[in-house]
Every structure is written in C-alpha cells, then in structure tokens.
C-alpha cells in the first residue's frame, strides 16, 4: 500500500515456516521480482538470526522494519518517516505511534493524544522509549550501526529491537524522533515471543537484558547512579522474591563500583 516519490525494495526473511507462507512468498517474489526479494533458510535460525541475514540484503540509503505479526496502516508512512529523516541529520531513526490489537482485531490501547516526542541514548539507557515498537522503526542505514550484530554477546538478548535503538543511537550520536500519528498495528497473540509470555519468564528475560546493557555499554558516573535507582524500583524486589540473592548482589555492586 506504499506510495512513495522514491524506489524501495522488501526484503522478506522466511524461516523455515510451516504454515505455507512460503508458497504465497515465492508467488509474489515472482510477480514483483523487481521490488521483493525473499530470503529463506533451511532450518530455523530463530528471530534475531532471521533478521541479521535479512538485513545484509539490505542496500537503501534507510531501513524500515516490520515484523510478521504487525502491519503498517498509511499508505504515506514509509514518505513521512524518510522526509523526516531527510530534513533532520540530528536523528538517526524515526518512529511513529502504534496501535496494540488483539488476535481478533480488536484494539487493546491505542493513545488518546499523539504528540512528538524525542529519545536520546541516555533515555532510552534509563528505560525510556515510549511508541517506538519495531514496526514503527525507520533508520538510517548507516556504516558501523550493524557491527552490533557481530558482538558475541547480542545473540544472548532477547529484546533485540530495543538493544539495536540502544546501540543505534549510542553510536551515531543520533536521536529517535516519533511522528505523532498512529500509522502500525502491533498484535499481541497466543503465539507471540513476547507480549503474551509468563510474567516471570517476561520479568527474568528484562533483568537479563538489563545486565547485558550495563555491562556492554558505557556510560558516565551520574549516569550509573541513575541505572542503580532504575535496577531498585523495577528489578530488585523480583528477584529478592525469588531468592536470585546472589544476581541482586552482583548487579547492585557493579553499579556502585564508579
């Protein structure tokens, strides 16, 4: 539904799915062998792997990304976000806000007043990063963005997509900037990674993600105190509950260790 002054391409990662996706995909990639290109495996290769192979076929000067369960609303999204980004060098990726569905269509929160909003490295550091789902993500396609990808420790996160707006920002300097129009929907459904999870296992993969992030990025001294603060009111009383002493203890010292 896309209508742009610009040429863009889809890339599309099938992996390994057994639902017959993967005989509509070829019908189209065959249709439209100018505009898509489909990439498949032949073993599952798990989320964070599908995207990073989807992404080396990447060769736009911006990257746009939605996920299988989400979809994009206005036809002017992929114009809006792109003439954002082209008048704005101080940002490196461009969001816009989203409405939460359910598995019948039916709406579960959408906001009541979009209005913009900006997040730097440090927001988004200190948890910060309202209506910036991933189906809502435009960025620059820009060189050393993705060496994220080929850390040895990225593949141990489980919300990738936040990890990657982290990461984007942190190296470019850039900021996020977030359109204040609902243009995606984001499902939550019984088959979700994420939104429809246990809460502990949902809790435990947070605090995991957490302890990546402090000890993989740097940050300045005010900075960590202000992760200690973060760790105290989300994180800590969880574990303490479920007797994970010995992971509060390490986490709380390492961010009292200037």
Request: net charge positive.
């Amino acid at each position: 539904m896309q209508e742009t002054n610009f040429h863009f391409e889809i890339i599309v990662g099938d992996d390994c799915s057994n639902d017959g996706a993967l005989d509509i995909l070829k019908t189209f990639s065959d249709k439209y062998a100018d505009k898509i290109k489909l990439i498949s495996t032949e073993k599952n290769s798990g989320t964070h792997s599908n995207l990073v192979n989807c992404l080396k076929f990447c060769t736009g000067k911006y990257i746009a990304l939605c996920e299988g369960d989400d979809y994009w609303t206005d036809p002017i999204k992929l114009q809006k976000q792109v003439d954002f980004l082209e008048n704005n060098p101080d940002y490196v990726i461009c969001c816009h806000y989203t409405r939460v569905i359910n598995e019948g269509g039916e709406t579960l929160y959408v906001h009541p007043k979009p209005m913009p909003l900006e997040h730097t490295y440090f927001d988004l550091l200190a948890g910060k990063q309202e209506e910036t789902k991933t189906a809502t993500v435009v960025y620059r396609n820009t060189p050393g963005i993705h060496q994220l990808f080929t850390t040895s420790w990225f593949r141990n996160c489980y919300a990738g997509d936040k990890i990657f707006k982290l990461f984007a920002t942190y190296y470019t300097g850039g900021k996020i900037f977030v359109i204040p129009q609902v243009m995606s929907c984001y499902r939550n459904h019984s088959g979700g990674i994420w939104s429809m999870i246990n809460t502990q296992i949902r809790m435990e993969r947070m605090i995991s993600d957490f302890n990546l992030i402090i000890n993989h990025f740097t940050y300045p001294a005010l900075q960590k105190k202000k992760l200690l603060v973060l760790y105290i009111r989300r994180y800590l009383l969880f574990e303490l509950r479920h007797k994970q002493v010995r992971k509060a203890f390490n986490t709380v010292k390492f961010l009292l260790n200037y």
